[in-house]
């Protein structure tokens, strides 16, 4: 039953879409890392090239049939999905923080105009 006078749900994202498998996989590498950096922001203190590397030497590793990251045991390809996460991540907050940046920004010219402006009625009157 799909009733949206019961549940108005229609149109929202629906992660339990996302496999299992998937999620699973990124927790294990980011508890291997947790365990290994002993801080579970520490990721977020990496530029994003070192990820994209990263990513790619676990895909390579996967493409010529290693199946497991030698220093850590867990599967290259569960590497790989931890390292796009963290891309996404950071990308997502990268726009957030330009979005932020530039509305700031249009509210403070905003307000200089406005400054400008009633200094500019003040000497009028």
Not at 3 to 28: C, E, F, H, Y
Not at 32 to 37: D, F, L, M
Not at 74 to 97: G, Q, V
Not at 111 to 121: A, F, P, S
């Amino acid at each position: 039953m799909n009733d949206q006078t019961v549940k108005a749900d229609g149109g929202k994202p629906r992660p339990t879409l996302v496999p299992v498998s998937l999620i699973r996989a990124v927790t294990a590498i980011r508890e291997y890392g947790c365990a290994k950096y002993h801080d579970p922001e520490n990721w977020r203190k990496v530029e994003p090239q070192r990820y994209i590397d990263a990513a790619y030497r676990h895909w390579l590793a996967y493409l010529e049939g290693e199946e497991r990251d030698e220093e850590s045991g867990l599967p290259h390809l569960w590497h790989l999905a931890c390292n796009i996460a963290f891309l996404i991540e950071m990308d997502t907050e990268k726009r957030r923080n330009s979005y932020s940046e530039k509305l700031k920004q249009y509210e403070e010219a905003k307000k200089e105009v406005y400054d400008n402006g009633l200094r500019e009625r003040i000497w009028k009157v």
